[in-house]
């Protein structure tokens, strides 16, 4: 493989897909070079269940976009997401020690904002401060350098369960992968997804995965709340497998991939489609039935999703509106059954400022391991090696395996 430099590689790990990015940032933006995505398994709700599977689903994924990349990736960002992660807020306060604001007092009350009451074992994923007080005047971005004898910070913090990251990771390594970065998955969506205008006047972000449908809340340009409801795309699915009495799973799933809508519609009534239910045997499946079994589904995730944020605390005028990814903002008609349920305006979450095949650059679907690797760029937190192993790295690797083997 040739060299290939600066390239940056997101990892999203998700129930029903693991998909891989990898790709650069130039002075025009993030150009995706390739794509990697393979069937999940062995991952249930955020967490590893069967290691051996996970492993697999992980290789592949990532097999792939070393194929479409060319390249040998050897470390990655990896998103995480899952029905233990929690968000919540939390406030600090700490004296300032010469009447100015330092970089030592703003670790300090961000440290104090951290020092909060958690199961033990729960880890802290994220601490994302949202406004500083100094002396009383608050909204403050940046109190870096400012007189004032008392500093305040509020923050929202992502707690996620210690042993489903740890595995994760694991399975990472065992893939022979270096983890350079976690990131909660919806927050790299958001940086994808979001303009600047959005985050600073008031959003609301849904993430619908296949097994879980995270939200989070940006006003003035920051996260002010998060809230998930256990349910996505693999549910909706199954109540058209159960209600149309489809044996097959991915025939249900194909149907709402290609016929499906989240809106049943006038238009619809007669409309007849086939699917095959087993080899050689087809039925009939009226259209409409069928879309509103999907629209009762997705609206009570909607509403699920609108009564968790109203109990941490989020006023619907506090948001201009609503904009949805993940894999199921590809159901035609979403953005209206997100209006009707949050009385905002909604858009589809899309991939912005991206360069690279349509079919990904143009995809709700990919935009948390888009967005993985935007970030990892962004910071600048690793350059992975792209190029071909070293006659030293192949003897290493020999010597390895007949040890293992002998």
């Known amino acids: 493989m040739g060299q290939i430099s600066e390239l940056i590689v997101g990892l999203d790990i998700g129930t029903t897909k693991i998909a891989a990015v990898v790709g650069t940032m130039s002075e025009n933006g993030f150009i995706v070079t390739g794509v990697g995505s393979h069937p999940s398994k062995g991952i249930n709700k955020g967490m590893v269940v069967k290691n051996e599977e996970a492993l697999a689903s992980i290789s592949k994924a990532v097999e792939e976009a070393e194929l479409t990349s060319n390249c040998e990736i050897r470390s990655v960002v990896i998103g995480i997401d899952g029905t233990h992660i929690k968000g919540f807020n939390s406030h600090g306060a700490t004296r300032t020690k010469y009447g100015e604001v330092t970089e030592r007092d703003i670790e300090r009350v961000l440290n104090a904002a951290g020092t909060v009451d958690m199961p033990p074992d729960c880890q802290i994923l994220h601490l994302l401060p949202w406004d500083y007080v100094l002396d009383g005047q608050n909204r403050l971005a940046d109190p870096m350098n400012m007189l004032g004898n008392r500093l305040e910070a509020h923050c929202h913090i992502i707690m996620a369960l210690s042993l489903a990251v740890a595995n994760l990771a694991r399975c990472c390594h065992l893939a022979n992968l270096r983890v350079e970065n976690i990131t909660f998955a919806p927050l790299a969506a958001a940086r994808t997804v979001l303009t600047s205008d959005e985050k600073e006047n008031g959003v609301v972000l849904i993430d ?58 006038e238009d619809m009534e007669g409309e007849k489609v086939e699917v095959e239910v087993s080899k050689g045997e087809t039925i009939d499946i009226n259209r409409r039935i069928a879309c509103k079994i999907i629209e009762n589904r997705t609206e009570e995730i909607f509403q699920l999703a609108f009564e968790e944020l109203a109990d941490s605390g989020f006023k619907r005028q506090g948001a201009t509106g609503v904009v949805i990814t993940g894999g199921c903002a590809m159901l035609p008609r979403i953005d209206e059954l997100a209006e009707r349920i949050f009385g905002l305006p909604a858009r589809i979450g899309k991939p912005l400022g991206i360069h690279g095949p349509v079919e990904v650059a143009d995809s709700p679907s990919m935009t948390a391991a888009i967005g993985l690797a935007v970030l990892g760029a962004e910071e600048n937190q690793f350059k992975p090696e792209r190029e071909a192993p070293s006659l030293e790295q192949v003897w290493r690797k020999m010597r390895d395996w007949f040890r293992d083997f002998f």
Do not use: W
């Open 208 to 265: 619908m995965g296949g097994s879980t449908t995270d939200i989070l809340v940006y006003e003035f340009g920051n996260v002010v709340c998060s809230a998930m409801v256990p349910f996505g795309g693999i549910n909706i699915t199954q109540d058209l497998a159960h209600c149309l009495q489809i044996a097959a799973f991915p025939t249900a799933e194909q149907f709402k991939r290609r016929h499906g809508s989240a809106v049943a519609t």
